[in-house]
């Protein structure tokens, strides 16, 4: 008798866990997705905005939003679309260095979405923007690698071909 009790009460005791942890998981999600959202609108608006003093306002009001998806709920989709709109901002800006990072951490955290090969190619554009040709090759070549069935195998080859041709590597680029 002892035991079965015991091991009704455990699996009672499992059960209102699982719905418990359901219900704040699904919390976390909604939530994240509406803050996701609500980013994804202000970014238009911010890069629309023509007054400077506005266009500021808003800026810091997005990044704000931003850093706390990121710091909220690092393992949701609205992370990544943070990461997204983020590096569209500093793409915005010229700054480019930030642009590669977010792309590049975008990449490197959620390596099974279907963003990590865009971000990759778009870290690899950073990259040469900056005149890190390595960098580049190195982002170009991980799609080429990692993600042989997307569709944009094609533009990283073209990236791999172009930068080996500007090296003077033109057997690596004729491959």
Do not use: C, N
């Not at 980013?39 to 608006?45: G, I």
């Not at 800026?59 to 943070?82: G, N």
């Amino acid at each position: 008798r002892v035991v079965l009790l015991v091991v009704l009460i455990t699996a009672l005791v499992g059960l209102v866990a699982y719905f418990v942890w359901t219900e704040v998981q699904h919390a976390a999600r909604e939530k994240s997705a509406l803050w996701s959202e609500q980013a994804q609108e202000l970014e238009p608006k911010w890069a629309a905005e023509t007054d400077e003093a506005k266009k500021q306002v808003l800026e810091k009001e997005l990044k704000d939003l931003l850093d706390r998806i990121l710091d909220r709920y690092p393992r949701q989709y609205a992370a990544q679309r943070a990461f997204l709109i983020r590096a569209h901002v500093a793409e915005h800006a010229k700054d480019w260095a930030a642009m590669a990072k977010d792309y590049q951490t975008l990449a490197d955290r959620f390596p099974r979405s279907y963003l990590a090969p865009l971000s990759l190619l778009h870290a690899g554009s950073s990259y040469e923007e900056l005149g890190d040709a390595k960098q580049a090759l190195a982002s170009y070549q991980r799609v080429r690698d990692r993600y042989r069935g997307s569709y944009l195998v094609p533009w990283a080859l073209f990236s791999i071909g172009r930068l080996k041709q500007a090296e003077g590597d033109f057997a690596g680029a004729l491959e």
